[in-house]
């Protein structure tokens, strides 16, 4: 697999470099007591035997298995209490190949109570024998830019999921053939061509089986009609008509926007959570909060840039979404939305940086390291009234007035943006010379 998705950068480089210079407690989820704010509430009885298969679906791709376990209810802010600040660490085109950064990572939240969303490629769970039976909107059938499975990817890959999802993970979707651009890419794509992605990539979770003859491995532990209710398009292009076709298929949220770290709101019925524009230590640019955008702003079109400067790199990274993370922390409280590959882009220095950024985060008093699907529960049960007024507030500005009078009367007329404090204990790029605009 790890051959397949080296052409899912080359499509990407122009928007990030525009984009570039324009633009959780420490316990295991899960358990009844000391759960931590990431976890269930405390006393909360987990489901028996989690993942026992209740009913097969289909093939045996997938079933019913009851509740997800390991997750936290959502709750209405009490009066006077100030919102936890959600951080979402989500990976695009999830699958586990040689490098095992899919189960790596999933130790990592699990050491450090970060529960994420995966969204899955479709034709990762296709064997490559069977391509044929994918045809994207204006392909020809057999075509993918990120290719397809292979046996052992698929099963290491179906292995990763079932236990993802039985942590409190949430699986997504990244769709299929990652097309690219404005020759047959999604940004081009109708609502009805996004329909035919959209049941396709449905139909090889839910037959991975049947496709690839590993009918000895396990079944997956969700039913992906219900299971999925979320997306970030390939290129984050083609949002207005996925979004369109999304609704009426029961999505719920959408992550392919750009934004800056407010509050997000509903479009098209749809919550509408972007990626966000976040620093680049020692540059006087914002980039989006994703490890593809940095590289592209550090290497250029290259994945594999200079080896000396690899370690400053993937320093900028942690340390922009450490102040990232600071001013919302310390001032608005909006979500942080940061988006990952499974890739070893510049010696791999990104991962370190992300795993970094986990242990420092996640383990802040009020944080919430959680998927988009607990993200969205906490926004609906929310008075909307609130949430209005919570947008209202600018990267970085926390109530002058403080959280329990803000939410309780409105937001005050103006105010002045706080200017956001530098985060403590985390230097820029550890001593070495910062690059200037």
């Known amino acids: 697999m790890t051959a397949a998705k080296k052409k899912i950068a080359g499509s990407l480089v122009a928007a990030a470099l525009v984009l570039g210079v324009a633009g959780c407690s420490s316990e295991e989820p899960g358990r009844d007591r000391g759960a931590g704010r990431n976890g269930p509430k405390q006393g909360a009885a987990a489901p028996e035997a989690p993942g026992r298969v209740l009913r097969l679906i289909g093939d045996g791709s997938t079933s019913y298995t009851g509740p997800q376990p390991n997750v936290r209810k959502a709750e209405k802010l009490k009066p006077g209490e100030t919102p936890p600040q959600f951080v979402v660490f989500s990976w695009d085109g999830a699958g586990e190949d040689s490098q095992k950064l899919f189960s790596h990572f999933r ?29 994207g909107p204006q392909h020809a059938p057999g075509r993918s830019d990120i290719g397809f499975g292979d046996l052992e990817g698929i099963r290491a890959t179906a292995t990763q999921i079932r236990e993802a999802w039985l942590e409190g993970n949430e699986i997504g979707t990244h ?23 959209i049941r396709q990539a449905k139909s090889f979770v839910k037959n991975w089986k049947s496709n690839s003859g590993l009918q000895q491995e396990k079944a997956l532990p969700f039913d992906y009609d219900k299971e999925l209710i979320g997306a970030r398009t390939p290129c984050l292009e083609g949002q207005k008509n996925f979004m ?4 009426k298929l029961g999505f719920r949220y959408d992550s392919s926007g750009i934004s800056k770290q407010k509050w997000p709101k509903k479009t098209d019925g749809l919550w509408d959570i972007p990626l966000q524009l976040v620093p680049i230590p020692g540059r006087a640019i914002e980039t989006l909060s994703m490890d593809y955008n940095f590289m592209v702003n550090q290497s250029g079109t290259t994945s594999q840039g200079d080896p000396s400067q690899h370690a400053y790199w993937g320093n900028q990274l942690r340390d922009g979404l450490v ?5 919302a922390y310390r001032g608005n409280r909006a979500p942080l939305i940061i988006g990952n590959h499974f890739e070893s882009w510049n010696g791999g220095t990104y991962m370190r940086a992300i795993e970094e950024t986990i242990k420092f985060v996640c383990v802040q008093k009020d944080v919430r390291c959680v998927p988009f699907r607990e993200l969205v529960d906490w926004l609906d049960a929310q008075d909307p009234k609130h949430v209005d007024w919570m947008r209202t ?39 070495q010379e910062q690059e200037g605009e």
Do not use: I
């Open 107 to 135: 130790r990592v939240g699990k050491e450090h109570n970060a529960r994420m969303t995966y969204f899955l490629s479709g034709v990762y769970m296709l064997p490559e024998e069977k391509r044929e039976l994918y045809t």
């Open 175 to 197: 769709f299929n053939g990652h097309f690219c651009g404005p020759e047959g890419g999604v940004g081009t794509w109708s609502v009805e061509e996004w329909q035919s992605e």
């Open 393 to 431: 507030l600018d990267v970085g500005e926390a109530p002058k007035e403080g959280w329990a009078r803000f939410l309780t009367a409105g937001p005050a007329p103006s105010r002045a943006p706080a200017a956001p404090p530098a985060p403590a204990g985390v230097t820029p790029a550890d001593g």
């Open 244 to 247: 369109l076709t999304a609704q």
């Open 323 to 327: 102040q990232a993370f600071d001013r």
